[in-house]
């Protein structure tokens, strides 16, 4: 018996296909360039916030610098507040209990709901935080409007201490 090979039909690549997968390679390469540039963490399906309520710590120092000041919170721990805290940045409590939740709210009380506000936590990874998630949907209950969170993805010491950005002691 006598077997012919079969001949393989040679696909034939049109110029649009070949220039649709370059510019679908193209752009996966430019899209995770921009997100290993960006210092924050991502938005996850979950988070209360959008992608541009999220302040970068470089990008936050400058702004302080330039003389807008918006009210910062602290929303994490007594003892991290105390060794070391953001210039100017009020004790608000750690949201991740109700006592801090109540302190927070008390903290927020008098605050004008339409001025810029900017918390944040620092007390572990940001993926991990008890604290950040419960301030800010309970700030955004109160009617607050102009809420920033600022993204530490390692913790306050790393992202903002050792980064030699100003604290207040």
Request: hydrophobic share 40%; charged share 20%.
């Given at each position: 018996?006598?077997?012919?090979?079969?001949?393989r039909?040679?696909?034939?690549?049109s110029?649009?296909?070949?220039?649709?997968?370059?510019?679908?390679?193209?752009?996966?390469?430019?899209?995770?360039?921009?997100?290993?540039?960006?210092?924050?963490?991502?938005?996850k399906?979950?988070?209360?916030?959008?992608?541009?309520?999220?302040?970068d710590p470089?990008?936050?120092?400058?702004?302080?610098?330039?003389?807008?000041k918006?009210?910062?919170?602290?929303?994490?721990?007594?003892?991290?507040?105390?060794?070391a805290?953001?210039?100017g940045?009020?004790?608000?409590?750690?949201?991740s209990?109700?006592?801090?939740?109540?302190l927070?709210?008390?903290?927020?009380?008098?605050?004008?709901?339409?001025?810029?506000?900017?918390?944040?936590?620092?007390c572990?990874?940001?993926?991990?935080?008890?604290n950040i998630?419960?301030a800010?949907?309970?700030l955004?209950?109160?009617?607050?409007?102009?809420?920033?969170?600022?993204?530490?993805?390692?913790?306050?010491?790393?992202?903002?201490?050792?980064?030699?950005?100003?604290?207040?002691?």
């Amino acid at each position: 018996m006598f077997i012919i090979p079969s001949r393989r039909r040679r696909r034939v690549r049109s110029p649009l296909r070949v220039l649709v997968f370059t510019f679908l390679c193209c752009l996966a390469v430019v899209n995770s360039a921009r997100a290993a540039n960006d210092p924050r963490p991502p938005v996850k399906a979950g988070d209360p916030w959008g992608g541009g309520d999220l302040l970068d710590p470089t990008s936050f120092a400058s702004m302080l610098q330039t003389g807008q000041k918006p009210v910062v919170l602290c929303v994490g721990v007594a003892l991290l507040y105390r060794s070391a805290h953001i210039v100017g940045a009020k004790y608000a409590g750690p949201a991740s209990n109700p006592d801090g939740l109540a302190l927070l709210r008390q903290t927020a009380r008098d605050l004008p709901r339409d001025q810029p506000l900017v918390i944040y936590c620092g007390c572990c990874p940001w993926q991990h935080c008890p604290n950040i998630r419960p301030a800010y949907a309970a700030l955004k209950k109160l009617g607050f409007q102009k809420i920033r969170v600022l993204a530490l993805p390692t913790d306050f010491h790393h992202d903002w201490v050792e980064a030699g950005l100003p604290v207040a002691k």
